[in-house]
């Protein structure tokens, strides 16, 4: 399972790696913004994103994401300070698929990705 993690703080990227990892989930890549992050959406599994980055913001990016049909179904959660109810509405209107707000703890990253994955990728069947 591939992840990309996008947010222009290095602090945060590194306490998301940390939590993540706390899952097994180590295979991380990171970008500091949008532009950045789509540069790198090939074999990935699951994107965690900011909101508020510069050069291109998480919403602009999650919109360029879900306008390519190869990425409809690529799992996105947005872990931002956007708290009010119309922002998560409009994240979620826009194709994220999840959403938490910041400071988080490591037990509520680790419940809403593993939700997240198991609504996104159910399991398959045996071949």
């Known amino acids: 399972?591939?992840?990309l993690?996008?947010?222009?703080?290095?602090?945060?990227?590194?306490?998301?790696?940390?939590?993540?990892?706390a899952f097994n989930l180590t295979d991380i890549e990171e970008a500091e913004?949008?532009?950045?992050?789509l540069a790198k959406l090939?074999?990935?599994d699951i994107v965690l994103t900011d909101w508020n980055m510069p050069v291109m913001d998480g919403l602009t990016m999650v919109k360029t994401i879900r306008a390519n049909p190869k990425y409809k179904d690529l799992p996105i959660m947005m872990i931002t300070s956007q708290a009010a109810k119309k922002?998560?509405?409009?994240?979620?209107?826009?194709?994220?698929?999840?959403?938490?707000?910041k400071p988080f703890t490591a037990a509520t990253l680790a419940e809403?990705?593993?939700?997240l994955l198991a609504r996104c990728n159910p399991v398959s069947e045996a071949e």
């Open 1 to 3: 399972m591939k992840v």
């Open 5 to 21: 993690v996008i947010e222009d703080s290095a602090t945060t990227r590194r306490i998301i790696k940390k939590n993540l990892a």
């Open 33 to 37: 913004n949008g532009e950045e992050a």
């Open 42 to 44: 090939d074999g990935i």
């Open 87 to 101: 922002e998560v509405i409009e994240a979620l209107k826009n194709g994220v698929n999840g959403y938490i707000v």
């Open 112 to 115: 809403k990705v593993k939700g």
